[in-house]
């Protein structure tokens, strides 16, 4: 008996074997990536899970890559999908009637997109130009966010106090950055808190 289960044992093996034997290896990528794509996705991925501190500027290297990501569609779907994921859950939430349920968001990048002003800064790598973005801010004329509008107003609609939160100076954009928010459609929140 312990001889006709070791057989059984073996021959199982062997089968498991051979079928293994009979495939194609586990292939990573379908074609060739370049070094400098895994570079730079690797440095993003370090940026954004805050891995990577003091940096000032984008690597000049990775200057394609960041632009393809910001304006080839990916920035915008990863905006969508979190949005997905944000609405899902306050779907769920039953607001009270106290007014204590509250939302912030932030302005810049969040609310309102400040890419055409990092396009003429190559994407972040040139360094920060703070009185470059303070005479852009002054403008008014940053572009809604649409999926982040679009979570706003869900927000405002469903009860929640908005708040909205931004590095900017209050005292020199304060006005233009109010005016362009409302120029968006930003309508509704609490305030801004500069």
Request: glycine share 8%; proline share 5%; with cysteine.
């Amino acid at each position: 008996m312990v001889k006709w289960v070791r057989e059984i044992v073996l021959l199982f093996f062997l089968a498991i074997l051979s079928k293994a034997m009979g495939t194609k290896p586990f292939s990573r990528m379908s074609g060739p990536i370049d070094q400098s794509s895994k570079d730079c996705l690797s440095w993003r991925l370090a940026v954004e899970a805050n891995n990577l501190r003091g940096w000032r500027t984008v690597p000049t290297h990775c200057l394609r890559y960041i632009e393809t990501y910001m304006i080839g569609g990916q920035y915008e779907q990863d905006i969508n999908y979190v949005v997905e994921q944000i609405e899902s859950y306050i779907s769920d939430v039953v607001v009270s009637e106290d007014g204590m349920d509250a939302w912030i968001l932030d302005v810049d990048d969040t609310c309102l997109s400040n890419l055409f002003f990092y396009k003429g800064k190559k994407y972040g790598c040139d360094p920060y130009d703070p009185l470059g973005f303070k005479a852009w801010a002054m403008k008014g004329g940053c572009p809604a966010i649409p999926a982040i509008l679009g979570l706003f107003t869900k927000l405002v609609e469903r009860g929640f106090k908005v708040f909205l939160v931004t590095g900017r100076d209050d005292e020199t954009l304060g006005p233009p950055t109010i005016a362009n928010l409302h120029n968006q459609g930003f309508i509704g929140y609490e305030r801004v808190i500069f």
